[in-house]
């Protein structure tokens, strides 16, 4: 792109290459909507105001005109999809700019997984940046096929569109002032921190912000995120598949706060992508609940792009990237055009960009177990009670409570009448044998067992089941497919889904992925009384970052106290 030809046509002395006329044009700098024609020039717009000429020209009749959406903190691997389908996904809905913090595929395949992604990001119709992973592992406390040392993020923070250092899982690592977690804060000084401070407050928040955090998208409770806010922090508003806080945390949004806070989604399935849609069913679902359209649009466009220093993007004016949405409902943010970079990519929810091969054979082989059997799966006890998970609906968070466990001969059995199921959790990176065995209340199962070698963050094998035949069979299943997600009953697999690409990722078309996800989804559902999403609160049970209780290879962990128990 010529930037003299590009002042030319602001000027108006030459023609633009795309001209929008008839537009309400959402103006997210000062929240007002405005009446005029938008030139466009390359990749750039050019300016708003009486354009007339343009080698191509689009009447939006008077429909709105906003800033492509910008997705502020996800991990496009809860998709399930390859990245070319996720964005087959996402930018129909007028997602334009996605942040993605990669540590679940780093967690598995290191740099190698990195490079993955952040190639095909150069071939896909949306901007993606990424944040570079700061806690792979997560923590001490589990297994992960990988490990990010302080000189790998300086490395990753090198590579194209890498613009920050992603979550900070481990806050008591730094409240503590742990030196290994510090040398990574220091290098990406002068770069935007994300944070992850769930149940973070006082003095404990201010040892967490001192290190120089920017951002929370963990706050579950209206006066966790005010704290946060009145201390400084960006508040990242997250509505995800089983993180739902949208409705929480909405009232802390007014007029002095705004600016502060925007959309992001943290998790979303490939189902709800396809079905409710990205950032996009966020701001829509603000909007039901009373917050003013433009300011809600404001939230998922320009407050994100200040915040991740995206200067160029989500808003419309001159100089500004040309990723532009239409709407012809604002009320319901009916997107019908997309453009990115002055293109035209989507029109009425239809993707009109031809999808690369995604059949190639990357980052596959990733399962390896050391060869076990079902006795591994017995857990024994000497007393008459244990620490339980117990699973809060909506929620990621969790409670440890203290249950009367059922026992045979001092094996512990699963108890369907209190509702306390089997949890193990196989480590599948390094073939330790490491075999993390606990207990979780609040799954429902009355028959069977689910298995995942979606893991967060360090995605070993995950599984619940009413019984150890079933359990071992679903585990067996999940390495002979290389991963995936499966549903067992009777030592019979009554459905699974693929995800051969580091035990994360399917390449398969979206509309495939999606029918399979929705099946063992409802298969699962259909063997008890089972919260919605079982195979993402599954995905959680191991993650030893949000409390209170959670399993990993190594056993059980007290998030609270941060330690093994």
């Known amino acids: 792109m010529s930037?003299?030809?590009?002042i030319s046509v602001a000027r108006g002395d030459a023609p633009a290459d795309l001209l929008l006329k008839n537009a309400k044009i959402?103006?997210?700098?000062?929240?007002?909507?405005?009446?005029?024609?938008?030139?466009?020039?390359?990749?750039?717009?050019?300016?708003?105001?009486?354009?007339?000429?343009?080698?191509?020209?689009?009447?939006?009749?008077?429909?709105?005109?906003?800033?492509?959406?910008?997705?502020?903190?996800?991990?496009?691997?809860?998709?399930?999809?390859?990245?070319?389908?996720?964005?087959?996904?996402?930018?129909?809905?007028?997602?334009?700019t996605v942040i993605t913090d990669l540590h679940e595929i780093t967690n598995v395949a290191g740099f190698d997984g990195i490079k993955f992604v952040l190639d095909w990001a150069q071939k896909l119709p949306l901007d993606m940046f990424f944040m570079a992973p700061s806690c792979v592992p997560a923590t001490h406390m589990e297994t992960?096929?990988?490990?990010?040392?302080?000189?790998?993020?300086?490395?990753a923070l090198k590579l194209p569109n890498v613009i920050g250092l992603g979550?900070?899982?481990?806050?008591?690592?730094?409240?503590?002032?742990?030196?290994?977690?510090?040398?990574?804060?220091?290098?990406?000084?002068?770069?935007?921190?994300?944070?992850?401070?769930?149940?973070?407050?006082?003095?404990?928040?201010?040892?967490y912000l001192a290190a120089g955090i920017g951002s929370d998208h963990e706050s579950t409770a209206l006066e966790e995120g005010r704290e946060k806010l009145r201390r400084g922090m960006h508040l990242m508003i997250r509505e995800g598949s089983s993180e739902k806080n949208l409705a929480t945390l909405l009232p802390l949004v007014n007029d002095r706060?705004?600016?502060?806070?925007?959309?992001?989604?943290?998790?979303?399935?490939?189902?709800?992508?396809?079905?409710?849609?990205?950032?996009?069913?966020?701001?829509?679902?603000?909007?039901?609940?009373?917050?003013?359209?433009?300011?809600?649009?404001?939230?998922?466009?320009?407050?994100?792009?200040?915040?991740?220093?995206?200067?160029?993007?989500?808003?419309?004016a001159p100089g500004y990237t040309a990723n532009l949405i239409t709407i012809t409902d604002l009320s319901q943010l009916e997107i019908d055009m997309v453009f990115y970079k002055g293109h035209l990519v989507a029109t009425a929810g239809n993707?009109?960009?031809?999808?690369?091969?995604?059949?190639?054979?990357?980052?596959?082989?990733?399962?390896?177990?050391?060869?076990?059997?079902?006795?591994?799966?017995?857990?024994?006890?000497?007393?008459?009670?244990l620490p339980v998970i117990e699973i809060i609906p909506g929620q990621i968070v969790?409670?440890?409570?203290?249950?009367?466990?059922?026992?045979?001969?001092?094996?512990?059995?699963?108890?369907?009448?209190?509702?306390?199921?089997?949890?193990?959790?196989?480590?599948?990176?390094?073939a330790s044998g490491n075999i993390g065995l606990g207990l979780v209340k609040g799954f429902g199962l009355k028959r069977g067992a689910l298995a995942s070698s979606i893991a967060h963050d360090s995605h070993n094998i995950v599984a619940v089941g009413t019984n150890d035949p079933d359990i071992f069979t679903a585990i067996k299943e999940i390495e002979r497919l290389q991963g995936g997600l499966v549903v067992c009953v009777d030592g019979k697999i009554l459905a699974a889904l693929l995800l051969p690409i580091a035990g994360l990722l399917s390449p398969e078309p979206l509309e495939a992925v999606v029918k399979k996800f929705e099946n063992v989804e409802k298969t699962a559902s259909g063997l008890g009384n089972i919260p919605p999403a079982p195979f993402a609160l599954l995905s959680f049970i191991a993650l030893p970052v949000i409390p209170e209780l959670r399993l990993t290879d190594m056993g059980l962990v007290d998030v609270i106290e941060f330690k093994l128990i």
């Open 144 to 155: 992960s096929g990988a490990e990010i040392t302080a000189h790998d993020i300086k490395r």
């Open 398 to 430: 969790t409670k440890r409570r203290i249950e009367r466990v059922k026992t045979k001969d001092g094996v512990v059995m699963p108890d369907l009448q209190e509702d306390i199921l089997k949890l193990a959790v196989v480590e599948r990176h390094k």
């Open 351 to 385: 993707y009109l960009m031809s999808t690369p091969n995604t059949s190639a054979k990357e980052l596959t082989d990733t399962v390896r177990i050391k060869p076990f059997g079902i006795e591994a799966l017995k857990l024994t006890t000497s007393g008459e009670s």
């Open 167 to 207: 979550e900070m899982m481990n806050f008591p690592g730094i409240i503590s002032g742990n030196k290994e977690v510090l040398k990574k804060i220091a290098a990406a000084q002068g770069k935007v921190i994300d944070g992850h401070a769930p149940g973070v407050t006082n003095k404990r928040l201010n040892a």
């Open 257 to 316: 706060t705004f600016s502060r806070c925007f959309f992001v989604v943290d998790d979303r399935s490939c189902s709800d992508l396809l079905s409710e849609g990205d950032i996009d069913a966020v701001v829509r679902k603000a909007i039901q609940k009373g917050l003013e359209p433009v300011r809600a649009i404001q939230m998922a466009t320009i407050n994100t792009a200040e915040y991740f220093r995206l200067y160029d993007h989500g808003g419309i």
């Open 3 to 6: 930037l003299a030809k590009l």
């Open 26 to 96: 959402i103006n997210t700098f000062v929240g007002i909507i405005e009446e005029g024609n938008v030139a466009i020039y390359g990749d750039r717009i050019a300016g708003l105001g009486n354009y007339l000429k343009a080698k191509e020209i689009i009447d939006l009749k008077g429909s709105y005109l906003a800033p492509g959406l910008i997705n502020g903190h996800t991990h496009i691997e809860s998709s399930m999809l390859h990245p070319a389908q996720y964005a087959q996904a996402v930018v129909p809905r007028g997602t334009s």
